[in-house]
């Protein structure tokens, strides 16, 4: 069965760095699109950033841009998120996730705290 799983949340302070991982399994990695989204207390989910399988074709919210990098490393079937020069609006629960044979899966969340 497909399976995400999110690891390199924590507390940092503003201005500092984090990086995600997403270690997915079940699936054929190397062809799915994968997709990282945030939700802050009382906010609706946001998309964060899109790797595309072929290609590698990258997008981004604006509010992360230049700040986060997605990346993916098909060999590991993993997906990173670099996020760099954060702010404490960055808080949030960040999840990985695909769409695979017309079903969304999403991963169990990681925790990113953002204050000094």
């Known amino acids: 069965q497909v399976q995400l799983e999110e690891s390199g949340g924590g507390l940092v302070q503003p201005g500092g760095s984090l990086r995600l991982s997403c270690a997915a399994s079940?699936?054929?990695?190397?062809?799915?699109?994968m997709n990282w989204y945030r939700q802050a207390p009382g906010k609706e989910r946001e998309l964060v950033a899109t790797?595309?399988?072929?290609?590698?074709?990258?997008d981004y919210a604006d509010s992360v841009k230049g700040r986060f990098t997605i990346s993916r490393d098909n060999a590991k079937s993993t997906a990173y998120l670099q996020m760099n020069s954060l702010k404490p609006e960055d808080t949030a629960a960040y999840y990985c996730?695909?769409?695979?044979?017309?079903?969304?899966?999403w991963g169990q969340g990681t925790q990113v705290i953002v204050s000094s």
């Open positions: 790797i595309t399988a072929p290609g590698g074709i990258l």
């Open positions: 079940g699936f054929t990695f190397s062809l799915a699109t």
């Open positions: 996730t695909t769409m695979w044979r017309a079903r969304r899966y």
